[in-house]
């Protein structure tokens, strides 16, 4: 393995150790079979090079040889799942390394490496998944597995990167105890740089911005400092890092010359452009993503067009809703054609300025189960928690709601059983596999409550299929899994229940193929006209048949959900903006002597009088260089009068993309 904690700790590459776990020497087969240990040998060469592939056939192979179950196969299983995992086979990946995970000898010193890295990869494919709870929780495995302090404070810090948005208090902790290590170590300046971007990771989303843009030189300096001589996408990373704390500590000229040296709307081929598909998420939802919440998101883009390795920055509102805003980039899709003359380097650490959608901005569904299952615990004299039991939650809390749950246990009333499970299964640090037992049982028992609303029993019902994978956002498993329950008792006979399941699906699924699903919520003639869940579907395909152009579909199907027609999306065209501004005196002057390009989306209203109201940025590349910019031009914007009898908005919810370019 490499030295340096960076690379073990996963940060830019997990680097997967082959491990020295002997293996016993077989019996020499035939000439023609090769010995276990020369499959071992193979393998494991394998492993180091570059043919995924070949290294999964040949821990097949190894492992096949082996009763399952015993020491050897375990061995060989965990190293096929590495394999799978290079592969980017994500849930084989999880479901192999777990299988080979229960079978290592818990007391076998030689099989710490393999046990460090199986969490590590773990902890990496939740991290990708966006399950923060679950990767921490891996992480910990690997860091009790470690068997020197390199690789220790590189699970630490691993861990710390995910607490910082779902326990902040948590990573504090942990980034002390791996400071306090390397403190006795003799760490190179990229591992101390490492550690000090986590710190200051923590110090953004905290609040804390003076300290963190006093951190931000240090980890750029640690790095080689600010120069074009020698570039990588840690040294972009930590620049823009130290952009946005000075950003926020409202130190301008210097966030803009770190933002400058990152490299970002800088290329001298190609631009990097607005995604084919780039839609923000909601305002509301699980997350209750407010219009003034803000966040930057890093991600990278594909040769395909699609994003990868997904994850929050920076987030005003917290963790919970940093990871919302990453969740909604991980569908977001970019013309292959209109990246190809871009060189991957600027596409694959790429970071946005983000904020929610007003337009067709809707409740959660789950707020709907939550509110049937809070309902429910009234009639039997209990309360369910409040919403912001995750907020409050976290590791502190952890122990005080398992030893609430035990006791509701010892008493053997299931609604004092479900309300506990339910308060427990919302801490955000709760790891995937006690939530997933958790949430089994709690399910099993809420079927068994006849008098349970089923609408609250899909509370625990949706979770419990759900759980079972992490690739549901790479096609139409979501779908899959939750089908089912269409036809399945009670829910296929409770209408609040069906359509909140068909909504559910919508959601997850590609919008392009949602159609069915929604159409079959408006025409459920037990559905009352104005139920909230048929004015959703409607809302979904009013802008579904915007997005293809249909303006008159979309205002016919907005019209019946019999809201007030102020979104211009869904009653006409959208009028063309004339700017009143838009010459040089537009174009940053920062930016202008930086060499910076980049794109904005703003949202805005448009008033009768065909004036902008309202106007905030959704999308901003590079993160807030263009974001001031672009709102005024559109403030100063002038659109065709639109005749309205109240005299109110002529047009709500508008979106429009202002491009800044360079001449020549």
């Given at each position: 393995?490499?030295?340096?904690?960076f690379a073990?700790?996963?940060?830019?590459?997990?680097?997967?150790?082959?491990?020295?776990a002997?293996?016993?020497?077989?019996?020499?087969?035939?000439?023609?079979k090769?010995?276990?240990?020369?499959?071992?040998?193979?393998?494991?060469?394998?492993?180091?090079?570059?043919d995924?592939n070949a290294?999964?056939?040949?821990?097949?192979?190894?492992?096949?040889r082996?009763?399952?179950?015993t020491?050897?196969?375990?061995i060989g299983?965990?190293?096929?799942?590495?394999a799978?995992?290079?592969?980017?086979?994500?849930d084989?990946?999880?479901?192999?390394?777990?299988?080979?995970?229960?079978a290592?000898p818990?007391?076998?010193a030689?099989?710490?490496e393999d046990?460090?890295?199986?969490?590590?990869?773990?902890?990496?494919?939740?991290?990708?998944s966006l399950?923060?709870?679950?990767?921490?929780?891996?992480?910990?495995?690997a860091?009790?597995?470690?068997?020197?302090?390199?690789t220790?404070?590189?699970?630490?810090?691993?861990?710390a990167?995910?607490?910082?948005f779902?326990?902040?208090?948590?990573?504090?902790?942990?980034l002390?105890?791996?400071?306090?290590i390397?403190?006795?170590?003799?760490?190179?300046?990229?591992?101390?740089?490492?550690?000090?971007?986590a710190?200051?990771?923590?110090?953004?989303?905290?609040?804390?911005?003076?300290?963190a843009?006093?951190?931000?030189?240090?980890?750029?300096?640690?790095?080689?400092?600010?120069?074009?001589?020698?570039v990588?996408l840690r040294?972009?990373?930590?620049?823009?890092?130290?952009a946005?704390?000075?950003?926020?500590?409202?130190?301008?000229?210097?966030?803009?010359?770190?933002?400058?040296?990152t490299?970002?709307?800088?290329?001298t081929?190609?631009n990097?452009?607005?995604?084919?598909l780039?839609e923000?998420?909601?305002?509301?939802?699980?997350a209750?993503?407010?219009?003034?919440?803000?966040?930057?998101?890093?991600?990278?883009v594909?040769?395909?067009?699609?994003?990868f390795?997904?994850?929050?920055m920076?987030?005003?509102?917290?963790?919970?809703?940093?990871?919302?805003?990453?969740r909604?980039?991980?569908?977001?899709?970019?013309?292959?054609?209109?990246?190809?003359?871009?060189?991957p380097?600027?596409?694959?650490?790429?970071?946005?300025?983000?904020?929610?959608?007003?337009?067709?901005?809707r409740?959660?569904?789950?707020?709907?189960f939550?509110?049937?299952?809070?309902?429910?615990?009234?009639?039997?004299g209990?309360?369910?928690?409040?919403?912001?039991?995750?907020?409050?939650?976290?590791?502190?809390?952890?122990e005080?709601?398992?030893?609430?749950?035990?006791?509701a246990e010892?008493?053997g009333?299931a609604?004092?059983?479900l309300?506990?499970?339910?308060?427990?299964m919302?801490?955000?640090?709760l790891?995937?596999?006690?939530r997933?037992a958790?949430?089994a049982?709690?399910?099993?028992?809420?079927?068994?409550?006849?008098d349970?609303?089923?609408?609250?029993r899909?509370?625990?019902?949706?979770?419990?299929?759900?759980?079972?994978?992490?690739e549901?956002?790479?096609?139409?498993?979501?779908?899959?899994?939750?089908?089912p329950?269409?036809?399945?008792?009670?829910?296929?006979d409770?209408?609040?229940?069906?359509?909140?399941?068909?909504?559910?699906?919508?959601?997850?699924?590609?919008w392009k193929?949602?159609?069915?699903?929604?159409?079959?919520?408006v025409?459920?003639?037990?559905?009352?006209?104005?139920?909230?869940?048929?004015?959703?579907a409607?809302?979904?395909?009013?802008?579904i048949?915007?997005?293809?152009?249909?303006s008159?579909?979309?205002?016919?199907?907005?019209?019946?959900?019999?809201?007030a027609?102020?979104?211009?999306?869904?009653?006409?065209?959208?009028?063309k903006?004339?700017?009143l501004n838009?010459?040089?005196?537009?174009?940053?002057?920062?930016?202008?002597?930086w060499?910076f390009?980049?794109?904005?989306?703003?949202q805005?209203?448009?008033?009768?009088a065909?004036?902008?109201?309202?106007?905030?940025?959704?999308?901003?590349?590079?993160?807030?260089?263009f974001?001031?910019?672009?709102?005024?031009?559109?403030?100063?914007?002038?659109?065709?009068?639109s005749?309205?009898?109240d005299?109110?908005?002529?047009?709500?919810?508008?979106?429009t993309?202002?491009?800044?370019?360079?001449p020549?």
């Amino acid at each position: 393995m490499t030295s340096t904690i960076f690379a073990r700790a996963g940060l830019v590459g997990l680097v997967v150790a082959t491990g020295t776990a002997a293996i016993a020497q077989q019996a020499t087969p035939p000439a023609a079979k090769p010995s276990a240990q020369q499959q071992y040998d193979a393998a494991t060469a394998l492993d180091q090079g570059t043919d995924a592939n070949a290294a999964l056939a040949a821990w097949t192979a190894f492992a096949a040889r082996f009763e399952p179950g015993t020491r050897t196969w375990a061995i060989g299983t965990v190293r096929k799942g590495g394999a799978l995992y290079r592969l980017a086979r994500l849930d084989e990946a999880a479901k192999t390394i777990r299988t080979g995970l229960a079978a290592l000898p818990a007391t076998d010193a030689t099989l710490a490496e393999d046990r460090f890295n199986a969490h590590m990869m773990l902890g990496k494919i939740a991290a990708d998944s966006l399950d923060y709870a679950d990767a921490t929780a891996e992480y910990g495995k690997a860091e009790a597995a470690a068997t020197d302090d390199a690789t220790r404070v590189g699970a630490m810090l691993a861990g710390a990167r995910m607490q910082v948005f779902t326990d902040p208090a948590a990573a504090q902790g942990a980034l002390d105890r791996a400071d306090a290590i390397a403190a006795r170590m003799n760490l190179g300046k990229t591992d101390q740089a490492a550690l000090a971007q986590a710190r200051l990771r923590l110090l953004l989303n905290t609040g804390r911005f003076t300290e963190a843009n006093r951190m931000g030189p240090r980890v750029v300096n640690l790095l080689g400092g600010l120069t074009l001589n020698k570039v990588d996408l840690r040294d972009v990373a930590a620049r823009s890092d130290a952009a946005i704390a000075a950003l926020l500590a409202h130190d301008a000229d210097t966030a803009r010359e770190y933002m400058a040296y990152t490299g970002a709307g800088r290329s001298t081929k190609g631009n990097f452009v607005a995604a084919n598909l780039m839609e923000p998420p909601a305002c509301g939802g699980d997350a209750d993503l407010k219009p003034d919440d803000v966040a930057v998101v890093q991600f990278g883009v594909g040769d395909d067009g699609t994003t990868f390795n997904v994850e929050p920055m920076y987030s005003s509102g917290g963790g919970q809703k940093a990871l919302a805003f990453a969740r909604a980039v991980r569908g977001w899709v970019w013309t292959p054609e209109d990246l190809k003359t871009l060189p991957p380097f600027f596409r694959y650490s790429v970071r946005l300025e983000m904020r929610c959608s007003t337009s067709f901005a809707r409740p959660s569904i789950w707020q709907d189960f939550d509110s049937a299952f809070g309902d429910w615990l009234k009639t039997k004299g209990m309360a369910r928690a409040g919403s912001d039991v995750g907020a409050r939650g976290g590791g502190a809390a952890l122990e005080t709601q398992r030893a609430a749950l035990k006791s509701a246990e010892s008493s053997g009333q299931a609604p004092a059983i479900l309300a506990a499970s339910d308060t427990l299964m919302r801490n955000p640090v709760l790891g995937a596999e006690e939530r997933q037992a958790l949430v089994a049982k709690a399910d099993a028992l809420a079927a068994a409550q006849s008098d349970m609303p089923a609408m609250a029993r899909l509370r625990f019902a949706i979770v419990t299929r759900t759980l079972q994978g992490r690739e549901f956002w790479r096609d139409r498993r979501y779908a899959t899994v939750v089908s089912p329950m269409l036809s399945e008792k009670p829910y296929v006979d409770d209408v609040q229940a069906r359509n909140a399941l068909r909504l559910i699906i919508a959601d997850a699924i590609p919008w392009k193929d949602s159609d069915p699903y929604l159409q079959q919520v408006v025409d459920d003639a037990a559905l009352p006209a104005r139920d909230p869940l048929k004015v959703g579907a409607l809302i979904r395909l009013a802008s579904i048949a915007q997005r293809r152009g249909n303006s008159e579909l979309a205002r016919q199907t907005f019209e019946k959900t019999g809201l007030a027609a102020s979104q211009c999306a869904t009653l006409d065209a959208q009028p063309k903006p004339v700017f009143l501004n838009n010459g040089s005196s537009s174009f940053p002057q920062e930016a202008l002597r930086w060499g910076f390009e980049g794109w904005v989306r703003n949202q805005y209203d448009i008033d009768a009088a065909g004036r902008a109201q309202n106007v905030r940025t959704l999308v901003s590349y590079p993160p807030f260089i263009f974001s001031t910019a672009s709102e005024k031009m559109m403030q100063g914007a002038r659109f065709d009068k639109s005749y309205r009898p109240d005299g109110g908005l002529g047009c709500g919810a508008s979106v429009t993309g202002v491009r800044f370019q360079l001449p020549g």
